[in-house]
């Protein structure tokens, strides 16, 4: 059964920082590019951040160029999202992602809430 599973958000204050996961089973791992989502309510889900199966290779949207990073350990079958200076507009549910077998496999999301 592919899965994927996100955990680390919360609620934190502007400035602050947060590092989500998700930890993937049931499909190659390293063979997979991974992506992070994100969806805010009455908004539609926007793409944050892409790395390659390797790591080697990493793309971002506009919006948290420089204040976030993502990382993989295929060691471990996890993807992490490291947010940095943290933004209320960067409020959001955020989804872990990968294509698999000609279709998207999408984790449950996690809540990020940036708030004073």
């Known amino acids: 059964q592919v899965q994927l599973v996100e955990s680390g958000g919360g609620l934190v204050q502007p400035g602050g920082s947060l590092r989500l996961s998700c930890a993937a089973s049931?499909?190659?791992?390293?063979?997979?590019?991974m992506s992070w989502y994100r969806q805010a309510p009455g908004k539609e889900r926007e793409l944050v951040a892409t790395?390659?199966?390797?790591?080697?290779?990493?793309n971002y949207a506009d919006s948290v160029k420089g204040r976030f990073t993502s990382s993989r350990d295929n060691s471990k079958n996890t993807v992490y999202l490291q947010m940095n200076s943290l933004k209320p507009e960067d409020t959001a549910m955020y989804y872990c992602?990968?294509?698999?077998?000609?279709?998207?496999?999408w984790g449950q999301g996690t809540q990020v809430t940036v708030s004073s």
């Open positions: 992602n990968t294509r698999w077998r000609a279709a998207d496999v």
């Open positions: 049931g499909f190659t791992f390293s063979s997979r590019a």
């Open positions: 790395i390659s199966n390797t790591g080697g290779f990493r």
